[in-house]
């Protein structure tokens, strides 16, 4: 296969992995019956080049359930 199709199938595939990830989350949200859910992000810097990630992490007290996710930036529009 090419280059071009390898390239192609992948982004088919990771966007399929995403719609599937976001669908199960809004389907098991956090924060049922008025548990508490704790917020915060962090940052990460990766090697000597600086490379910084940032991650939203959530917390759910009444569950103890968690999940942390990817954030591109902290602009309000990404947060939200």
Do not use: P
Request: aromatic content about 14%.
């Amino acid at each position: 296969m090419s280059y071009r199709n390898v390239s192609f199938l992948y982004k088919i595939v990771r966007k399929q992995i995403h719609d599937y990830t976001q669908n199960f989350y809004r389907k098991t949200k956090l924060g049922k019956c008025g548990r508490t859910v704790e917020i915060d992000e962090s940052i990460f810097a990766m090697g000597k080049d600086g490379c910084k990630i940032w991650v939203l992490g959530f917390y759910e007290r009444g569950s103890k359930e968690q999940r942390a996710i990817y954030v591109k930036d902290r602009t309000t529009e990404t947060l939200t």
